[in-house]
C-alpha cells in the first residue's frame, strides 16, 4: 500500500516505528527468501550495476564501505526470517551497514545484543547506529527520556559509532521556546553518548521545516541547528523528508516565499551530517506531500548530485553514512537489491 493512501502518512510513520521483531530461520525461511530474492536476481542486478559503472565515466559517486539500510525498511522479512536470513540477503546485495529499528526476534525468544552484533559483522555488516524513541509518558518506556542509561548500554553492546532518534523536536510543541527545550534535550544525550565514545542523533521528517506557531518568519529546524551543541547533536537527514519538507514549506504561513534547499543545510555544516537516509520519490505535485515514495532510483531526487556535492568536499569522502530506506516497500528484499544496485552504478560527472 502506498504511504500516501494512509489519512496523515507523516503521522502514522512516527507512531508505528517499532521495536523489529524476527524468528528463526529454517526451511521454512529458506523457501520464503528463495521466492522473494533468488540468488540470480540478487547476483544479477549487482553484476550489472558494475558493468553499468564499467562503461561510465568518473568514479564510483558511492564511497566504498559506506552503503548501509535502515532495517526497518526489512521489518517483514526480519519478523518472518530472522535477522540472519536477511543479513545474508544484505551481503550478497553488495551492503556493509545496517542501522537497526529494534534489537529483538520475535516469537523464537529474544537475541542477546552480542549474538546479533557477531551475527552482523559474519556477513560483513558494520552496525552503525540504531532509532530509539524520544519520550513517552511511561516511565519504563525505552527512550532517551526515560531510560538513558540502558538505550546506551545497548548501543555499546553493539559496538554502535552513532544511537539517535526518528522523533521530532515538538515534545513541548511547536514554538520557538519549545523548540529549544528540545534542543535541551537533545544536548543531554548528546553529552552522555559522547561520554560512551558515539554520537547522538536526529532523524528528520518534514515537519521540521515548518515555521513556528508563535512566530511564523522562524523555521523550526534553524532553531534545532542553532541551539543544539554541534559538538554534542548530530543529524541524521532523510533527504525524501527534506524535499517534501521543500515542498510544504518553501512559503511561510502568510504565503510570503521562504525558498530553501536541502542540500545546503549539509554543505554549510557537513560535519554535522554523520549519516543520511537515501530514499527515493517520484514527483507529484497534486499530492499533499510533493512526492510519492518509490524504490531508489525510480524517482526524481538526483543522487548523482547530492551524495557527489557532499562527498567532494575535503576530507568528507568517507566522512558520510548512506542508508537506503523505504518505508512500505512493495516487496523489501526486491527494493534493498535494486536500490544497491543503483546506488553502485551511480558515477561522478567528469
Same mark, same amino acid.
Given at each position: ?9 507523516? &503521522? %502514522?510513520?512516527? @507512531?508505528?516505528?517499532?521495536?523489529? +521483531? #524476527?524468528?528463526?530461520?529454517?526451511? =521454512? *525461511? /529458506? ?116 531510560? &538513558? %542509561?540502558?538505550? @546506551?548500554?545497548?548501543?555499546?553492546? +553493539? #559496538?554502535?559509532?552513532?544511537?539517535? =532518534? *526518528? /522523533? ?183
Amino acid at each position: 500500500m502506498s504511504r500516501f493512501s494512509q489519512p496523515d502518512p507523516e &503521522l %502514522t510513520h512516527r @507512531l508505528s516505528r517499532r521495536g523489529m +521483531l #524476527g524468528v528463526a530461520a529454517g526451511a =521454512t *525461511a /529458506a523457501a520464503l527468501l528463495g521466492a522473494a530474492a533468488p540468488a540470480t536476481a540478487a547476483t544479477g542486478d549487482a553484476g550489472a550495476a558494475t558493468a553499468s559503472g564499467a562503461k561510465g565515466r568518473g568514479r564510483p559517486v558511492l564511497p566504498p564501505g559506506r552503503l548501509g539500510i535502515q532495517l526497518y525498511s526489512l521489518r517483514d522479512k526480519v519478523s518472518t526470517l530472522g535477522f540472519g536470513p536477511v543479513f545474508a540477503e544484505l551481503e550478497k546485495y553488495g551492503y556493509d551497514e545496517v542501522e537497526f529499528a529494534g534489537y529483538t526476534q520475535g516469537s523464537a525468544g529474544p537475541i542477546t545484543l552480542a549474538q546479533l552484533k557477531r551475527l552482523a559483522r559474519s556477513h560483513g555488516l558494520n552496525p552503525i547506529g540504531s532509532h530509539v524513541g524520544y519520550y513517552s509518558s511511561d516511565p519504563n518506556a525505552y527512550t532517551f527520556a526515560q531510560n &538513558l %542509561t540502558k538505550v @546506551l548500554d545497548d548501543a555499546q553492546a +553493539l #559496538g554502535l559509532k552513532h544511537i539517535g =532518534t *526518528a /522523533a521530532g523536536p515538538f515534545r513541548y510543541g511547536s514554538t520557538v521556546d519549545a523548540c529549544k527545550r528540545a534542543a535541551e534535550d537533545f544536548n543531554t544525550y548528546g553529552a552522555a553518548a559522547k561520554a560512551r565514545g558515539m554520537k547522538f542523533y536526529q532523524h528528520n521528517h518534514s515537519e521540521e521545516f515548518s515555521f513556528a506557531t508563535d512566530n511564523p518568519k522562524v523555521r523550526l529546524y534553524d532553531v534545532l541547528l542553532k541551539e543544539t551543541d554541534p559538538d554534542l547533536v548530530y543529524l541524521e537527514m532523510d533527504i525524501y523528508w527534506a524535499y517534501v519538507g521543500q515542498f510544504r514549506f518553501s512559503k511561510r504561513p502568510d504565503g510570503t516565499p521562504a525558498p530553501f534547499e536541502p542540500l545546503n543545510y549539509v554543505l554549510r555544516q557537513p560535519d554535522r551530517y554523520p549519516l543520511f537516509h537515501v530514499k527515493d520519490g517520484e514527483s507529484d505535485p497534486s499530492n499533499p506531500y510533493g512526492y510519492r515514495m518509490v524504490d531508489v532510483g525510480d524517482g526524481d531526487i538526483d543522487y548523482q548530485r547530492f551524495i557527489s556535492a557532499v562527498t567532494r568536499l575535503r576530507g568528507h569522502r568517507l566522512a558520510h553514512h548512506w542508508q537506503a530506506e523505504h518505508d512500505n516497500p512493495a516487496e523489501s528484499l526486491t527494493f534493498a537489491r535494486r536500490s544497491s544496485a543503483h546506488l553502485h552504478s551511480l558515477r561522478e560527472k567528469c
